[in-house]
């Protein structure tokens, strides 16, 4: 029959072994949980990114008369840029760009035509235009302008705003009606400091970063030279169909571009775009 002091060791050693179980299962409780907010915290943060991305992921700033800028994926080939004085140059971003149509780069002679006038008679859906393209304010743009005619770049393109507000102007020139659109190069302002945005001129639209200039461009049925930065190529004027970017103009617009004015209400796409005969 064991003694009351082995009795009492007996005793110690199971409340040592309760002790240490007991020790044990808390300390596995600890990993549990440990592991458990981890995995919370991750999902929480990824939650959060992804609510950041959905919410913050499509806004985008534009400049009066800019084009907006466009989701890009991997460029398609190695960018080109001409040696003449235009510089034709093409950007990664603009190759990958999904709304962006590649033609090729324009000619780029030593010696840039920079005098004479050039009728471009355009077939709308609303009614003729004739545009009269000016190399000696712009020749670059000019010399782009009638390097895209020829590719048939313009026919058949929508064109995707209007404003009436601030500045009177309809922007045409890309083909994806997106305002995000245009070929896969582009080259520098010209004779900006000299520029004047009277009813019937016609200019070159950019993003307003130097160099920017592409194949969109805006006829203005209004005076906006007060309001219009000195930041845009002029190529030339209108003479006929004024009256039908009025039009298109006084049916308003959707509102949808953030810069100012939207897609028109009284849509109008530019089915033939040529030089005169």
């Keep these: 029959m064991p003694t009351t002091k082995q009795r009492r060791e007996t005793a110690r050693r199971r409340l040592e072994r309760q002790i240490q179980r007991r020790q044990e299962a808390a300390l596995k409780r600890r990993r549990r949980n440990l592991v458990t907010a981890a995995a919370f915290g991750v999902v929480l943060v990824l939650g959060g990114v992804f609510l950041l991305v959905t919410q913050l992921g499509d806004e985008t700033t534009t400049p009066a008369a800019a084009p907006t800028p466009s989701a890009s994926a991997t460029p398609a080939r190695e960018p080109k840029k001409t040696n003449g004085p235009c510089a034709y140059t093409e950007t990664e971003q603009s190759l990958a760009n999904p709304n962006a149509k590649d033609v090729g780069l324009p000619p780029d002679p030593a010696k840039t035509p920079a005098a004479g006038t050039v009728p471009v008679k355009i077939t709308t859906n609303r009614g003729p235009m004739t545009l009269v393209l000016d190399r000696s304010k712009a020749p670059c743009a000019v010399q782009s302008f009638l390097f895209l005619t020829g590719k048939k770049f313009f026919d058949d393109s929508p064109c995707p705003r209007v404003v009436d507000q601030g500045i009177f102007v309809l922007q045409c020139g890309d083909p994806s009606g997106t305002t995000g659109g245009g070929p896969t190069y582009n080259y520098k302002e010209e004779n900006v400091a000299k520029a004047s945005y009277g009813a019937g001129v016609v200019a070159m639209a950019n993003s307003g970063t130097p160099g920017s200039t592409g194949s969109q461009f805006f006829i203005l049925y209004k005076d906006s030279s007060k309001s ?47 030089v005169a005969a």
């Design 228 to 274: 219009l930065g000195k930041s845009y190529s002029v190529i030339g004027t209108i003479t006929q169909g004024l009256d039908v970017v009025t039009k298109v103009a006084a049916g308003g617009n959707d509102g949808s571009n953030q810069a100012g004015g939207g897609k028109p209400k009284l849509p109008v796409t530019l089915t033939t775009v040529a």
